[in-house]
């Protein structure tokens, strides 16, 4: 489908059923051929689809189809383009005919974190690092300058919030309107590339790989592929946010959109577009019932993973899709994932499902949809609740048995199915749920109760099974909301600039996220699916759990509390007698090195008396607002 370069020129195909004719018209060996005419026109066969060659074709030219229809003609834009042209007045962007092998990928040796070993670190390109952010998009390119940032972070796998083209310059991303081609606001003008063109080979030199020339980097789609293969060669896979429930609302305004690509009769009903449904869920929803609409979000997932190597894919929505198309969605899920995952079984396919369903993640043999994983919200709605409880004070009543319930999500095959978060950009975009350090802090995010609380937050996220996910900005403590148009919201951005002169309560906090991702890296138990919640006490605001390697051991003991007193000599059952090594102390971080943290020196002996249903119990430091974590071993 849609534009590509083969030997002396370059085949094109679209589905246009109702058309009385398609003509491709474009900007060809440096001459203008914009008008429809017998030497541009395709071919008809008995599908609907219209295909033909047209000789001189090469990369970088500019194209669209141009049809005839039932209800007028004129140009439309190339639902497979791979990329388009920066026009200002975007709806009449021309597509570029691209060679998909024009970048040199250095990543053939890397390969992804296994599924239970992801902690994953979402993001938006358009607002999350580069110069004068307030009024210039960023762009794919500036991520680099925190790559290194990321990679000392720990986590291994980055989740940009959805990169393809959406009409206007600011977006969450989640009205995209032409799905093959990246954002091009995200891209930088080839007259502004030098420095990132040194940015980029000073990253690959530094790993053994050559340059990239400036031809190279110049090409718009390269970059987002330059972003993807230096992920790669340091480590992080990439997951990409798409959206097949929806379109973007302007779809249907846009004249040369494929709302009515056809151009068919009647482009006032709604009725009666090519591709979608009369449902909307913040744009038109995809008419899921016909076979060609169905395959041009399959053909763009398998796109995404052979074209750009990413690593995985989180669907938005899933549950529009089932619910608004209620005899097609499920059959459609299916379908999308068993083609996936037999054109490359290696990446995660993410469902966001809501309510929660763990029928989504069963595999199609069961009569599951397919999907490899689903965003929870378990630990996001439980711990919230429990932190805003203890913003109450020492005499408010915090109910820590509904985290209990939910650290191992009910119903799943797998813990690791679940994707679990604190902040996610639905939680966190301005006008919505406060921050964590906002929310611990009652009304002051640079306390000791909001650094404190918001450690144990993080502590039951990073420690619990499942997929942990950040937001950008809550590994440093950031307190604002955050918003895709900072222009417009003022004072959203993350706060970069707090943690690079030295902000004390951000720099603490930094180093505890980091430390503590380094934990779940360097324990496996806390990555594997075992978890035994044997203690919690509301009164004392404590809860304690066991993570354990089945057959292996490794064992861990996580003591968390939100106890705004330190709690000495407190008796915990333990899995078994013996040394335990103190490998974590959250109150440790604490206007580092804290001073005055209360702990266990290092060691815990436990004794042969049994507790709390365990073999052996032993007596405990446990410091206020804190998470502790005990283990067999030191890690590996």
Same mark, same amino acid.
């Given at each position: 489908?849609?534009?590509? %370069?083969?030997?002396?020129?370059?085949?094109?195909?679209?589905?246009?059923?109702?058309?009385?004719?398609?003509?491709?018209?474009?900007?060809?060996?440096?001459?203008?051929?914009?008008?429809?005419?017998?030497?541009?026109?395709?071919?008809?066969?008995?599908?609907?689809?219209?295909?033909?060659?047209?000789?001189?074709?090469?990369?970088?030219?500019?194209?669209?189809?141009?049809?005839?229809?039932?209800?007028?003609?004129?140009?439309?834009?190339?639902?497979?383009?791979?990329?388009?042209?920066?026009?200002?007045?975007?709806?009449?962007?021309?597509?570029?005919?691209?060679?998909?092998?024009?970048?040199?990928?250095? !990543?053939?040796?890397?390969?992804?974190?296994?599924?239970?070993?992801?902690?994953?670190?979402?993001?938006?390109?358009?607002?999350?690092?580069?110069?004068?952010?307030?009024?210039?998009?960023?762009?794919?390119?500036?991520?680099?300058?925190?790559?290194?940032?990321?990679?000392?972070?720990?986590?291994?796998?980055?989740?940009?919030?959805?990169?393809?083209?959406?009409?206007?310059?600011?977006?969450?991303?989640?009205?995209?309107?032409?799905?093959?081609?990246?954002?091009?606001?995200?891209?930088?003008?080839? !007259?502004?590339?030098?420095?990132?063109?040194?940015?980029?080979?000073? %990253?690959?030199?530094?790993?053994?790989?050559?340059?990239?020339?400036?031809?190279?980097?110049?090409?718009?789609?390269?970059?987002?592929?330059?972003?993807?293969?230096?992920?790669?060669?340091?480590?992080?896979?990439?997951?990409?946010?798409?959206?097949?429930?929806?379109?973007?609302?302007?779809?249907?305004?846009?004249?040369?959109?494929?709302?009515?690509?056809?151009?068919?009769?009647?482009?006032?009903?709604?009725?009666?577009?090519?591709?979608?449904?009369?449902?909307?869920?913040?744009?038109?929803?995809?008419?899921?019932?016909?076979?060609?609409?169905?395959?041009?979000?399959?053909?763009?997932?398998?796109?995404?993973?052979?074209?750009?190597?990413?690593?995985?894919?989180?669907?938005?929505?899933?549950?529009?899709?089932?619910?608004?198309?209620?005899?097609?969605?499920?059959?459609?899920?299916?379908?999308?994932?068993?083609?996936?995952?037999?054109?490359?079984?290696?990446?995660?396919?993410?469902?966001?499902?809501?309510?929660?369903?763990?029928?989504?993640?069963?595999?199609?043999?069961?009569?599951?949809?397919?999907?490899?994983?689903?965003?929870?919200?378990?630990?996001?709605?439980?711990?919230?609740?429990?932190?805003?409880?203890?913003?109450?004070?020492?005499?408010?009543?915090?109910?820590?048995?509904?985290?209990?319930?939910?650290?191992?999500?009910?119903?799943?095959?797998?813990?690791?199915?679940?994707?679990?978060?604190?902040?996610?950009?639905?939680?966190?975009?301005?006008?919505?749920?406060?921050?964590?350090?906002?929310?611990?802090?009652?009304?002051?995010?640079?306390?000791?109760?909001?650094?404190?609380?918001?450690?144990?937050?993080?502590?039951?996220?990073?420690?619990?099974?499942?997929?942990?996910?950040?937001?950008?900005?809550?590994?440093?403590?950031?307190?604002?909301?955050?918003?895709?148009?900072?222009?417009?919201?003022?004072?959203?951005?993350?706060?970069?600039?707090?943690?690079?002169?030295?902000?004390?309560?951000?720099?603490?906090?930094?180093?505890?996220?980091?430390?503590?991702?380094?934990?779940?890296?360097?324990?496996?138990?806390?990555?594997?699916?075992?978890?035994?919640?044997?203690?919690?006490?509301?009164?004392?605001?404590?809860?304690?759990?066991?993570?354990?390697?089945?057959?292996?051991?490794?064992?861990?003991?996580?003591?968390?509390?939100?106890?705004?007193?330190?709690?000495? !000599?407190?008796?915990?059952?333990?899995?078994?007698?013996?040394?335990?090594?103190?490998?974590?102390?959250?109150?440790?971080?604490?206007?580092?090195?804290?001073?005055?943290?209360?702990?266990?020196?290092?060691?815990?002996?436990?004794?042969?008396?049994?507790?709390?249903?365990?073999?052996?119990?032993?007596?405990?430091?446990?410091?206020?607002?804190?998470?502790?974590? %005990?283990?067999?071993?030191?890690?590996?």
């Amino acid at each position: 489908m849609g534009a590509n %370069l083969i030997a002396d020129g370059a085949t094109f195909r679209c589905w246009a059923p109702g058309a009385n004719a398609v003509h491709v018209v474009g900007r060809f060996n440096g001459g203008d051929r914009w008008a429809p005419d017998e030497d541009n026109r395709l071919v008809r066969d008995g599908h609907g689809y219209w295909a033909g060659f047209l000789s001189g074709v090469r990369d970088g030219d500019e194209y669209k189809f141009y049809v005839f229809g039932r209800g007028g003609e004129g140009p439309k834009r190339d639902p497979y383009a791979r990329e388009l042209t920066t026009n200002p007045a975007y709806p009449f962007s021309h597509g570029i005919v691209r060679d998909p092998n024009s970048y040199p990928w250095h !990543d053939a040796g890397y390969r992804p974190p296994a599924f239970n070993d992801l902690i994953v670190y979402q993001f938006h390109v358009g607002t999350f690092q580069g110069p004068n952010r307030e009024q210039r998009v960023a762009k794919f390119l500036d991520v680099l300058d925190r790559l290194d940032y990321l990679v000392a972070l720990g986590v291994n796998a980055v989740e940009p919030l959805p990169i393809v083209e959406f009409a206007s310059p600011r977006s969450l991303g989640y009205d995209g309107s032409d799905i093959f081609s990246p954002e091009m606001d995200f891209h930088v003008e080839r !007259d502004a590339i030098g420095p990132y063109l040194n940015k980029v080979n000073s %990253l690959l030199g530094r790993k053994g790989q050559g340059p990239l020339t400036r031809e190279q980097l110049a090409i718009p789609i390269n970059q987002l592929k330059a972003l993807i293969d230096l992920c790669h060669i340091y480590g992080l896979a990439v997951i990409f946010d798409v959206v097949y429930n929806h379109a973007g609302f302007q779809i249907a305004g846009q004249d040369e959109s494929l709302w009515f690509f056809d151009r068919r009769e009647g482009a006032d009903n709604p009725n009666n577009s090519l591709y979608f449904t009369n449902q909307t869920h913040t744009g038109p929803v995809f008419a899921f019932w016909k076979r060609e609409v169905r395959q041009l979000l399959i053909d763009n997932a398998a796109f995404l993973v052979r074209e750009y190597h990413i690593d995985g894919l989180r669907y938005d929505q899933i549950s529009v899709i089932v619910q608004q198309n209620v005899n097609d969605g499920w059959s459609f899920c299916q379908r999308l994932t068993g083609t996936l995952r037999y054109v490359d079984p290696t990446p995660i396919q993410i469902a966001e499902y809501w309510p929660v369903d763990p029928w989504i993640t069963r595999d199609l043999f069961e009569g599951g949809a397919g999907f490899d994983a689903t965003w929870h919200d378990g630990l996001r709605d439980t711990v919230r609740t429990a932190v805003a409880q203890a913003v109450g004070g020492r005499e408010a009543q915090v109910n820590l048995r509904p985290i209990a319930a939910s650290l191992y999500p009910p119903g799943f095959t797998a813990a690791w199915r679940a994707v679990q978060c604190l902040e996610s950009h639905d939680e966190v975009y301005t006008g919505r749920a406060l921050r964590i350090a906002a929310l611990a802090g009652g009304g002051d995010a640079r306390s000791w109760y909001a650094r404190s609380r918001s450690r144990v937050a993080a502590g039951l996220l990073l420690t619990a099974p499942g997929i942990p996910m950040l937001f950008m900005g809550q590994e440093f403590l950031e307190d604002k909301p955050w918003s895709d148009n900072p222009a417009f919201d003022r004072g959203t951005l993350i706060w970069w600039e707090g943690l690079e002169r030295g902000e004390k309560p951000m720099v603490d906090y930094l180093r505890f996220s980091q430390e503590l991702i380094a934990l779940r890296r360097r324990q496996p138990a806390l990555r594997g699916e075992w978890i035994n919640v044997f203690h919690v006490n509301d009164e004392a605001r404590v809860i304690a759990f066991h993570r354990w390697l089945d057959g292996i051991g490794r064992d861990v003991v996580v003591v968390a509390t939100l106890s705004e007193t330190t709690h000495y !000599d407190y008796t915990l059952g333990m899995p078994r007698g013996g040394i335990w090594f103190e490998v974590f102390n959250s109150d440790v971080y604490d206007n580092w090195v804290n001073p005055m943290t209360a702990g266990n020196g290092g060691t815990v002996l436990a004794h042969g008396v049994g507790f709390h249903g365990l073999p052996a119990s032993a007596r405990l430091v446990i410091p206020a607002n804190s998470v502790m974590v %005990l283990a067999t071993d030191r890690g590996d």
